[in-house]
């Protein structure tokens, strides 16, 4: 695994989650 994503990084993820 990745280290910890960055807050950016973190909100992407998050953004691609939620549309899922």
Known sequence: MKKQ????EF???QKCAGRS
Request: glycine share 0%; charged share 30%; net charge negative.
């Open 11 to 13: 909100t992407l993820e």
């Open 5 to 8: 994503l960055e807050p950016m």
